[in-house]
């Protein structure tokens, strides 16, 4: 059986109950259009590695190992989904159906990235994150600050991005400002808030809304 498809069920599990309570085995064959006898196959396994605790007649729920590693995976689905929709402009049902696909592949690393790329919203799944983003937690040696906090004349590294407004994230990206990346800030910018920076060798407007959506780690 492949990792995939148990993770399938641990998150269909998840979406039945999130995570409290049990689901009956018929409600569940229901919900992944599979049959009885095969979800009790499946659930067996998933005891005996103590993701779930099954006993027949009376439904499954999930462990607090199952719990986690399936709010894990179903944060990976929401990251994949949010990008295929609010960067790439994926219809909704297509996002969702190659999310599903893509949540089982995609590395706990690039996750984590992609996260600081497109602002992902905050949602319940985050405190399964094992590396969360700095759009969830900020802290460690260097200071992180939005783009119109950072003063005249500093330079740093992208850290994230941060908006509620896709459309802000989209023009940002395409603008080239990603994580990762080395900006620096002209000596002298206007009171308005809004930001002249560099980043290689091109020179970048932007107003106060789209800076204050960038956040850096600052450089001394």
């Not at 069920?9 to 569940?28: A, F, N, Q």
């Not at 027949?56 to 729920?61: D, E, N, R, S």
């Not at 789209?210 to 001394?220: H, K, N, R």
Request: aromatic letters at 4%; one cysteine or more; proline letters at 2%.
């Amino acid at each position: 059986m492949t990792t995939g498809h148990r993770e399938d069920y641990l998150i269909s599990i998840l979406r039945l109950t999130e995570g409290e309570g049990t689901t009956k085995t018929t409600e569940l064959a229901a919900f992944m259009k599979v049959s009885a006898a095969s979800v009790s196959e499946m659930l067996k396994i998933l005891a005996a590695e103590g993701l779930v605790e099954y006993e027949k007649y009376k439904g499954v729920k999930l462990t607090d190992g199952g719990l986690n590693y399936a709010r894990h995976i179903r944060k990976k689905h929401h990251i994949m989904e949010r990008f295929l929709m609010d960067v790439l402009n994926v219809d909704g049902d297509t996002a969702h159906n190659e999310a599903c696909k893509m949540e089982h592949v995609l590395s706990d690393e690039s996750a984590v990235k992609i996260c600081q790329m497109i602002g992902t919203t905050v949602d319940c799944d985050c405190q399964s994150c094992t590396d969360p983003c700095k759009g969830v937690s900020i802290g460690g040696v260097t200071i992180t600050a939005a783009l119109t906090d950072v003063c005249p004349g500093g330079h740093g590294v992208i850290s994230h991005i941060k908006s509620g407004d896709a459309s802000v994230v989209k023009k940002l990206i395409l603008m080239g400002l990603v994580p990762g990346k080395e900006l620096a800030l002209d000596a002298d910018q206007p009171d308005s808030g809004s930001r002249v920076i560099h980043i290689g060798n091109s020179a970048i407007a932007l107003d106060a809304a789209l800076a204050s959506s960038v956040y850096v780690d600052t450089m001394d």
